[in-house]
């Protein structure tokens, strides 16, 4: 069965650091892999997406994520952190079944410290 | 401009009411999906409808009910059989079966 597992359920960094979010997925073909961001109150929004090709994908915001195979990983970055990124990032996975359906990880929550 | 619209934003309902939940898209999206949002557990797939007349059960569709009459409209209905209504509900639709979901803004259901 398809699985999603965020390790860390809350992350806190620096403004203008460095940030990576970790999302592991369980698939036995390849995957369709999303990032959504949703800030408090609000829906989800696409950040990027990985359905083939270059591993490597550029997102909104500044956003990118890379697909390894080898690991089951997908994990979000952005090279420097703004305060208005402080939000919730959600990781899903389809691809099973034709359905359209997504698996969501359980989201992991970004605080930016000024 | 096109996108999902869901209504109202705040809803407070006492025990014992049924609720329905309003989403509407102009997208001309095929498929649209319900989901749970509870704090710490991810959103679960409540129902979902990739054609008109037609939906499935998702993971969590006990004390829920849909319908799918028009393409652009999905509304939930919350039973007086659902044992934990107060949750974050969100809809969702996708071109056909995509995989890449849009996201309306969420009704927080309260029941007392």
């Known amino acids: 069965a398809q699985s999603v597992t965020q390790p860390d359920i809350h992350i806190t960094v620096s403004e203008g650091a460095s940030l990576e979010l970790r999302c592991n997925y369980s698939y036995g073909a390849t995957p369709y892999l999303f990032w959504y961001v949703q800030s408090p109150g609000q829906g989800l929004q696409l950040l990027l997406k990985y359905f083939s090709g270059d591993t490597l994908v550029q997102g909104i915001k500044g956003f990118e994520a890379e697909f390894k195979r080898s690991q089951s990983s997908f994990n979000l970055r952005k090279p420097s952190v703004h305060w208005s990124d402080a939000a919730e990032y959600f990781c899903a996975v389809g691809g099973s079944g034709n359905t359209g359906k997504l698996i969501f990880g359980q989201g992991t929550t970004l605080q930016v410290k000024p | 401009d096109g996108g999902i619209t869901q209504s109202p934003k705040y809803l407070f309902r006492k025990e014992g009411q049924n609720v329905t939940l309003s989403c509407e898209q102009n997208?001309?999206?095929?498929?649209m999906y319900w989901y749970r949002q509870d704090p710490g557990q991810g959103l679960r797939l409540i129902y979902y409808?990739?054609?008109?007349?037609?939906?499935q059960k998702g993971d969590i569709a006990e004390g829920y009910s849909v319908s799918r009459e028009k393409k652009e409209s999905f509304p939930l209905t919350v039973t007086s059989a659902q044992k934990n209504p107060t949750a974050f509900y969100l809809c969702?639709?996708?071109?056909?079966?995509?995989?890449?979901?849009?996201f309306g803004p969420g009704t927080r259901l309260t029941v007392t």
């Open positions: 997208l001309n999206h095929d498929a």
């Open positions: 969702a639709s996708s071109p056909d079966r995509s995989y890449e979901q849009y």
């Open positions: 409808s990739q054609i008109v007349n037609d939906f």
